[in-house]
């Protein structure tokens, strides 16, 4: 009886959660219709500023404002949160004649925030608003409303903010992506921003930065035989070696995996032929500037994990293997 009992909690429990989750699912998708020319009038507001985004909001939607300030400023527009309460205080004097604010209170009725109203219409700056009440005082302050139309909270008794302040964080990424692209914000604007970290490492490094390169670089040329070319990879601790013509460019590649199909199929007499006649003729190749990111997707979408690494005059620099990714 006990464990019959315990399974019917946990089943109402997983009832509930799934319940939680649907609502919020409602609320995320009446913002999406809710999306209109106020969203393309924020999003050029934003774009034209010469200062910054000033973000103001009161407990769960400071907790969320905080998250959409580090989001705009990550990605191109520089962006900081300012505690409404603080400001009263002395923190009002973050706010700049070039700045614009961007204030959220799904209620519209904030105390903190009312109290601050004021003090931000005479800077003259424009007020952008995410709010579920239109027709409250920030709405009226505004010169931009984003509408957050969600009907009822996910938690059982409607109060405690949740589909409201999961509305809220999508439409802060929304507009924060669309400053980007309206921005032009590239992959390269990116890494400058984010240094540090794995992030940092696939949008800064380069494959000159983790290539196999001098004595490790495994070279042979096309007239020596397969079993010398073994010997280089061998040595060199590769998986494959890159093959040079005469004038030291590349002619080709032979990797591991060439070496086992070529071992089930004919047999080992091909080790002693020329390498020239077992490679790879024109493979794949990247140059020393391409960066992890681009190393990552070209071995996801490709059947190798070994590129050669080659300079403007084709000749092989280095060796990559997959492996130096991680």
């Known amino acids: 009886m006990g464990k019959k009992k315990k399974n019917n909690e946990h089943r109402d429990l997983l009832r509930l959660a799934g319940r939680v989750i649907e609502i919020e699912e409602q609320g995320l998708r009446a913002t999406r219709k809710a999306l209109g020319r106020q969203f393309i009038r924020a999003v050029e507001?934003?774009?034209?500023?010469?200062?910054?985004?000033?973000?103001?909001g009161i407990g769960k939607s400071g907790l969320v404002g905080r998250k959409l300030a580090s989001t705009f400023t990550s990605t191109g527009t520089t962006a900081v949160f300012m505690h409404p309460a603080e400001a009263l205080h002395g923190d009002l004097g973050l706010l700049a004649a070039d700045d614009a604010v961007l204030a959220l209170s799904f209620s519209g009725e904030a105390d903190e925030v009312k109290k601050l109203l004021p003090y931000?219409?005479?800077?003259?700056?424009?007020?952008?608003?995410m709010t579920g009440a239109p027709r409250s005082l920030l709405a009226r302050q505004s010169d931009v409303i984003l509408r957050i139309p969600v009907k009822r909270e996910a938690d059982t008794l409607n109060l405690a903010p949740?589909?409201?302040?999961?509305?809220?964080?999508?439409?802060?990424?929304?507009?924060?992506?669309?400053?980007?692209?309206?921005?032009?914000?590239?992959?390269?604007?990116?890494?400058?921003?984010?240094?540090?970290?794995a992030l940092g490492r696939r949008l800064n490094l380069k494959a000159k930065d983790i290539m196999h390169q001098g004595k490790a670089n495994p070279v042979i040329r096309q007239d020596r035989l397969t079993r010398e070319a073994l010997l280089v990879m061998t040595k060199t601790r590769s998986g494959a070696v890159n093959v040079?013509?005469?004038?030291?460019?590349?002619?080709?590649?032979f990797t591991d995996g060439d070496l086992r199909r070529r071992l089930n199929a004919r047999g080992a007499a091909f080790l002693d032929r020329p390498v020239r006649e077992v490679m790879t003729k024109n493979p794949f190749v990247v140059g020393p500037m391409t960066d992890l990111d681009e190393l990552s997707r070209i071995f996801k979408n490709r059947p190798f994990d070994n590129m050669p690494v080659v300079d403007e005059k084709r000749r092989p620099v280095g060796l990559v293997d997959e492996r130096d990714l991680l």
Do not use: W
């Not at 774009?47 to 103001?56: A, D, E, Q, S, Y």
């Not at 219409?121 to 424009?126: A, F, I």
């Not at 040079?244 to 590649?253: K, N």
């Open 45 to 56: 507001i934003f774009k034209n500023i010469r200062g910054r985004i000033i973000v103001i």
């Open 244 to 253: 040079i013509d005469g004038r030291g460019r590349l002619a080709g590649f």
């Open 162 to 197: 949740t589909a409201s302040t999961t509305a809220m964080m999508a439409l802060g990424d929304a507009l924060a992506m669309a400053l980007m692209k309206a921005k032009g914000f590239k992959k390269e604007d990116f890494a400058r921003l984010h240094p540090g970290g």
């Open 120 to 129: 931000v219409k005479n800077t003259g700056v424009p007020i952008v608003s």
